[in-house]
């Protein structure tokens, strides 16, 4: 079992910066995959990054990649997702996400989920 907790979410101007955090639960956290994921109001819920459980691979929606960057910490539970450059169409609710699964990119591969944290991108 994973629990999922997301912080660092917010209101910011474009062209700003913020940095999402991920602390998990669980003295498992390092066999885990974890990834990010995004949603806004009656859309599915969208890929961003994800790590794997090593850290040693990294993967981006063509959207967010250059901009955002993924990275884990296994002795603190944590991962982290930077993000620079924030533009208006970044603004929806962000999940973190773990899984065990070889393939990381698409919803249905993740078991455990947070409750999401709220960016919003707006002057």
């Known amino acids: 079992q994973v629990q999922l907790v997301e912080s660092g979410g917010g209101l910011v101007q474009p062209g700003g910066s913020l940095r999402l955090s991920c602390a998990a639960s669980?003295?498992?956290?390092?066999?885990?995959?974890m990834g990010w994921f995004r949603q806004t109001p009656g859309k599915e819920r969208e890929f961003v990054a994800a790590i794997s459980w090593s850290g040693g691979r990294t993967y981006y929606a063509d959207s967010v990649k250059g901009r955002f960057t993924i990275s884990r910490d296994n002795a603190k539970n944590t991962v982290l997702l930077q993000m620079n450059s924030l533009r208006p169409e970044d603004t929806a609710v962000y999940y973190c996400a773990a899984t065990k699964a070889a393939r990381v990119l698409t919803t249905r591969e993740y078991d455990y989920w947070g409750q999401g944290t709220q960016v919003t991108v707006s002057s």
């Open positions: 669980g003295r498992t956290f390092s066999a885990y995959a």
